[in-house]
């Protein structure tokens, strides 16, 4: 089994910097990527940005230019850096990590999600 752990969440003032991590544990072989999603109320669960094992980044158009995606491979761990921080950045935040598990199987895992809410 891998789990997924996730911190850094709380609550900020609009311009204020958070930085979110997610530790993958278990029964690792490699992973693919890893990224980080949230879900508003209301609203569907969408990208924010994402990092693949070659270390290319991507980032939705609402986060280019305040958030940075960053990894430690050696800990399976990755971090989003989210500086400039919007009320409409507010939103239940979840790390996804696509990997191999040791059985050589390829599968997906969640977090439990965190947190963030910016006062305006």
């Known amino acids: 089994q891998v789990q997924l752990v996730e911190s850094g969440g709380g609550l900020v003032q609009a311009g204020g910097s958070l930085r979110l991590s997610c530790a993958a544990s278990?029964?690792?072989?490699?992973?693919?990527?890893m990224g980080w999603y949230r879900q508003a109320p209301g609203k569907q669960r969408e990208l924010v940005a994402g990092?693949?094992?070659?270390?290319?980044?991507n980032y939705a158009d609402s986060a280019k230019g305040r958030f940075t995606i960053s990894r430690d491979s050696a800990k399976n761990t990755v971090y989003l850096q989210m500086n400039s921080l919007k009320p409409e950045d507010t939103a239940v935040y979840y790390c996804n990590a696509d990997l191999y598990l040791l059985a050589d199987q390829r599968t997906s895992y969640w977090g439990q999600g965190t947190q963030v809410t910016v006062s305006s």
């Open positions: 990092i693949i094992s070659g270390g290319s980044t």
């Open positions: 278990g029964s690792i072989a490699s992973i693919n990527a």
